[in-house]
């Protein structure tokens, strides 16, 4: 953000819209305030785009109307006014939003989660529970080959904890994939 440009104290969502650069930064607003989300480095890029390819590939095999979008904006339903969090990935069965800026009622929003990153990671999952219409969070580990999901129950709550998953298949629900945990870290130094 430029030392210049005096913004409010409390940033809605429809100035963040106004003001967010188009600079190759990425922002996102976080209770009122532009933050701004650190490059990603190789490991993290690497699964990404894996997982990306995956849960594309999987849509389009079945021929479903939802698609992945990486770093999508996102505004949870907790302090709406205030909130534009962005996910590493988010998928989304809606049709696109006239706003660039934000993906729709979200059905799966995954998250990469690091040393550097944890904090925020965590809490914009918390915030993430709050779309109506998401039914699942996947948080990769980026360090070791981990997985953790929140899956919304058929009475609208989440888990107190989530699903931890080291090896084996890895189902999301929400968009019927299936598949090996270690295919989503395949091109990374975790492969194997």
């Keep these: 953000m430029s030392p210049t440009l005096k913004l409010p104290d409390d940033l809605t969502v429809a100035e963040f819209r106004e003001w967010c650069p188009e600079d190759g930064q990425r922002w996102q607003l976080v209770d009122g305030e532009p933050v701004s989300l650190a490059s990603v480095p190789d490991a993290r890029g690497r699964l990404l785009a894996e997982a990306g390819r995956l849960l594309a590939n999987h849509l389009e095999r079945i021929g479903s109307p939802c698609v992945v979008s990486t770093t999508p904006g996102i505004v949870p339903h907790a302090n709406a006014r205030h ?110």
């Design 83 to 192: 909130n534009v969090r962005v996910p590493d990935i988010g998928v989304s069965c809606a049709p696109p939003a006239a706003n660039q800026l934000e993906t729709r009622d979200p059905v799966l929003l995954v998250e990469i989660l690091s040393h550097g990153n944890a904090r925020q990671t965590r809490a914009n999952v918390w915030a993430y529970t709050t779309i109506p219409a998401l039914r699942e969070i996947l948080v990769l580990h980026q360090d070791e080959r981990k997985a953790e999901l929140l899956r919304r129950a058929a009475d609208g709550t989440w888990p107190k904890e989530p699903e931890i998953m080291i090896e084996g298949d890895l189902a999301l629900d929400s968009i019927g994939f299936r598949a090996p945990l270690a295919a989503l870290y395949r091109t990374t130094a975790l492969a194997g």
